[in-house]
């Protein structure tokens, strides 16, 4: 037998005292294998922007869904614990005449209809008539008592507290065995007092163990109550005399009778009849989702008139919608004093990805002396030219510039952002010019040199390859090797890199000041020079570059900075408890062309570290937020690590959409093309002459590496939505196309063309072609822009790459183990060297405007689709590079579409 107690009061509060005391009482009455549990519901986590549908019981099973991670969802485990339960007693405080708000909570985001039997009945009857182990736990008897704890003396202080915790439990069929009411309970624990309410809950918790696992318990309340079925009071009056039990919606009628003395009293009678329709039983849960489901179907056909004033109030939120102020943070920033600008000798490079995120920080390149690297010229030892790429042709592969920038501003800049300029209000910035000489990572407090202490919930140490907070945090050490470089073009825009056998030279023009920047690596002594040396120390080092030779003759000696590079060995792990390391206190990259990586990598911790704290999570979640930040940056770096060694280029992040390492976009840019299609297809002769809409979503210049090492370029099909289901069945089964059901809704205007994209009346996604211009030869296409991959092909001299068809990723459900694939493979469409289908074109406009918007709408809007809407919205359009309208005959029937790797 399984007890559950469930405390909606505060921590050994009256409500929580009086649980207790049943729990004991049931546990001695009890079996002695009987297993008691209890849940605080004001102590869990429930994320709210999350419904009851969006637990995995509303399909069936009591599993936990992979939800935000941002915010911790304790729902499953309660859940779980409520469907093992043979009994359950629920205490709760009474506030303003009803129970917490934070209980209400509780019951609307976990328990309704979703845990209700008569639609897990109707669910299973749609689906075939199966019942699954979890759906049989939902059926299982138990029995449930109810205690209400209230500080006033008067009954008008307490009407709602009984009643409104009886609906927590009629969905899922729970009987009510035993209910009370306690009155005067003004201070914490003063319910202690009244032996009386000891006594009740003692009753309680023994009359729930002899009705436990019985189909038809029995009530063994004291008060009976005036319902005979929910045993309480609470009664609506009805036209004529008819009445209605306010709790448990049994009707019923008044009765009016003389007693002896000739006084008429008057009582409520509620027959059986009126008792099947209460919503405390089956017959009448099945008559109201009859009901809903009729009223919706009704309803469906109008939603599309008020689709518009819908779309026309949300806009309102911009204006009228109240900005809630965020909890925030307090960051105190310690920075040691002696921290000389040379720690900044030069500039760093910025990669467009950092510059993105640069941007989206507040800080502009270009206002920290960024200008933009336009080409790249390498020249060997002896002067000859290696190769010149221009990279401002290839800009349009990134969505930002690839840009260099003073180092010391960019951190004067970032300092100022955070503490001067932070305009958001929420958090509080300080910056204390002292060092950190001790820290306690459990407790989260640093000790500085004046010995003030500091604690907080989370400390950041980013002091560098020689960490001082790593070494106090107790970060595993581990052996670091000290490399001696020496850090000491005349085109604007253009970085000049020279290649020698133990050292990589490159200088660039400045772009704010015109000033040449020198950067060099290279293996040599231990040197320590007074600025009358370096000069002549740099001609001698450089001397068999004529080139850099001569610039280093100009260059102020008293501008050079000598000084050691560290190289560290991987550490294990970045974190102790409350405590992270950053940047080059957790890792260095080996030297490379681009000086100012490892700044750039840093940024990119700072900026994950704030993405995963950004829900204001518990304190006692700290630790394991800092786990999963250094699994993903450690990912990361590794990664780099292996393309510096080996000169790979680097991945779109659209990679997100494809289903597993083997594909990847052939181009390096951060910029990839997609293609947006809605056909219509109409007199299908397999329809019997009738037709039906698609759209779909294409990503182009994918390429596919084969099991064999050889690959493939092509585009992939992330998804296809259509109207009709007997296209889906065919392609989904017989071609593996990854095909999906929605409302798709098609309008061809003059002049313009619209598609919108709705499940059951919630639009989610829409297209529109505008100010059409209707092409004279419709065979006559437009020359279709260079894609990224051609751009790269053209720049390297290569002949351009066509893609050879249309991937689509197959996956087959096992059945029984959910998660498990029976089989998954990859499959083009149509093969390599096949004859393209004959097609006679008889429309071609071309539109000189389009928009594409995606809205996610939510779990109970779109229940199957949330999912799918919230990435296509998440996508983001930079530019429409062509849209048009073509009408064609003939169509490809997809029938040759083959599964690659086969075996």
């Known amino acids: 037998m399984k007890v559950l107690g469930l405390s909606g009061g505060s921590v050994n509060g009256n409500s929580e005292i009086l649980l207790k005391c049943a729990l004991q009482a049931a546990q001695e009455a009890a079996p002695k294998d009987t297993e008691i549990n209890f849940i605080r519901i004001p102590e869990m986590s429930i994320p709210s922007h999350l419904q009851a549908s969006d637990l995995e019981s509303a399909k069936g099973a009591i599993e936990e869904i992979k939800a935000d991670l941002s915010v911790p969802d304790d729902r499953p485990f309660a859940l779980k614990l409520i469907m093992e339960a043979d009994i359950i007693i629920f205490s709760c405080p009474i506030y303003s005449r009803v129970i917490p708000g934070i209980v209400k909570h509780f019951q609307d985001k976990t328990m309704g209809p979703f845990q209700d039997t008569a639609m897990v009945r109707f669910r299973r009857k749609m689906q075939g008539g199966t019942y699954t182990a979890e759906d049989d736990l939902l059926f299982k008897p138990r029995v449930a008592g109810l205690i ?64 436990a696992g019985k189909e038809n318990a029995e009530f063994l309340g004291e008060h009976q109550g005036a319902c005979p079925l929910c045993h309480l009071d609470m009664i609506i009056m009805m036209p004529g005399n008819e009445i209605e039990c306010a709790t448990c919606g049994s009707r019923g009628r008044l009765v009016v009778r003389t007693d002896a003395s000739g006084e008429q009293i008057v009582s409520a009678a509620f027959d059986e009849a009126g008792q099947k329709l209460s919503p405390f039983r089956e017959l009448g849960k099945e008559i109201h989702l009859q009901e809903i489901r009729r ?16 779309e026309e109030l949300k806009v309102l939120d911009d204006a009228w919608l109240a900005k809630l102020p965020s909890t925030g943070h307090k960051v105190t920033i310690f920075r040691s004093s002696s921290v000389p600008n040379e720690v900044f000798p030069g500039v760093v490079h910025l990669t467009p990805n950092i510059t993105s995120v640069l941007e989206r920080l507040g800080v502009s390149a270009e206002s920290v002396g960024g200008g933009e690297i336009c080409r790249v ?21 990134w969505q930002s510039a690839w840009r260099i920038a003073k180092q010391l501003k960019l951190f004067n800049e970032l300092l100022s952002v955070v503490t001067t300029k932070n305009t958001a209000g929420d958090t509080l910035y300080s910056v204390q010019e002292i060092s950190v000489v001790d820290l306690d990572v459990e407790k989260g407090t640093v000790v500085l040199e004046n010995r003030e202490k500091f604690t907080g919930d989370l400390i950041v140490g980013a002091d560098g390859i020689l960490s001082h907070t790593r070494s106090k945090a107790g970060v595993p050490k581990q052996a670091w090797v000290q490399d001696e470089r020496d850090s000491a073009a005349k085109n604007s825009g253009t970085l000049t890199c020279w290649i020698e056998d133990d050292r990589i030279s490159l200088a660039c023009l400045g772009e704010e000041d015109n000033s040449v920047h020198l950067y060099s690596v290279y293996q ?17 080092a450089f001397s068999g570059i004529p080139h850099v030779k001569a610039l280093a003759s100009s260059f102020d000696a008293s501008n050079m900075v000598v000084d050691r590079v560290y190289q560290m060995k991987s550490l294990d792990n970045w974190t102790q408890s409350r405590f992270v390391l950053l940047g080059n206190a957790a890792y260095t990259l080996a030297p490379a062309l681009f000086q100012g990586l490892e700044t750039g990598m840093a940024i990119e911790d700072a900026v994950s570290l ?57 181009a390096p840019g951060t910029v990839a093309e997609a293609t947006l299609t809605c056909t219509t297809l109409d007199k299908m002769e397999w329809l019997g002459g009738s037709g039906y809409d698609m759209t779909s979503l294409m990503l182009h210049g994918v390429r596919y590496t084969k099991k064999d090492g050889s690959s493939i370029l092509g585009s992939f099909l992330t998804l296809m939505f259509e109207n009709l289901a007997d296209p889906i069945l065919s392609g989904r089964e017989e071609a593996g196309f990854p095909k999906l059901f929605c409302d798709i809704d098609v309008r061809d205007e003059k002049g313009s063309f619209e598609v919108s994209a709705s499940w059951r009346g919630q639009q989610f996604g829409k297209l529109a072609w505008e100010d059409l211009k209707e092409s004279e030869d419709p065979n006559h296409a437009p020359e279709p822009e260079t894609s990224e991959t051609q751009t790269q092909s053209c720049a390297a001299g290569k002949e351009i790459e066509k893609e050879k068809g249309v991937f689509v990723y197959r996956y087959i459900p096992r059945v029984g183990e959910r998660g498990k694939p029976d089989d998954e493979y990859v499959v083009l469409a149509p093969p390599p060297n096949r004859p393209a289908v004959s097609t006679a074109l008889t429309r071609r406009a071309v539109a000189q405007g389009a928009r594409i918007s995606f809205d ?48």
């Open 524 to 540: 040599g002594d231990d040197h320590h020079f007074k600025d009358t040396e370096k000069k002549t120390f740099l001609q001698q």
């Open 377 to 397: 010229n390498e020249y060997a030892q002896n002067g000859t030219q290696i190769s010149s790429v221009d990279y401002q042709s290839q800009g349009k592969m």
């Open 148 to 211: 209400a704890v209230g500080g006033a003396e008067r009954t008008e202080w307490t009407p709602f507290g009984l009643p409104i915790m009886q609906q927590m439990w009629f969905s899922m069929g729970v009987q009510v065995v035993s209910q009370f009411q306690v009155h005067s309970c003004g201070l914490p624990g003063s319910v202690l007092l009244n032996a009386e309410a000891i006594r009740k809950a003692e009753e309680l918790g023994r009359a729930l163990v002899s009705q």
């Open 856 to 903: 996610a709408r939510n779990w109970k809007e779109l229940p199957t689709l949330h999912h799918t809407a919230s990435r296509l919205a998440e996508i983001p359009v930079l530019e429409v590079v062509r849209a048009q309208i073509v009408e064609s005959t003939g169509v490809d029937d997809l029938s040759a579409a083959f599964r690659l790797d086969k075996g």
């Open 610 to 666: 704030a993405t995963i704290l950004s829900t204001n999570p518990l304190s006692e979640e700290i630790p394991a937020r800092l786990k999963l930040c250094e699994e993903c940056r450690m990912a990361r770096v590794t990664k780099i690590k292996s393309m510096l060694d080996s000169r790979m280029t680097s991945r779109t992040l659209l990679n997100n959409l494809l289903p597993n390492d083997s594909f990847a976009f052939a």
């Open 295 to 310: 009223i919706s179907e009704n309803l469906r056909p109008q939603m599309a008139s008020v689709q518009k004033r819908r």
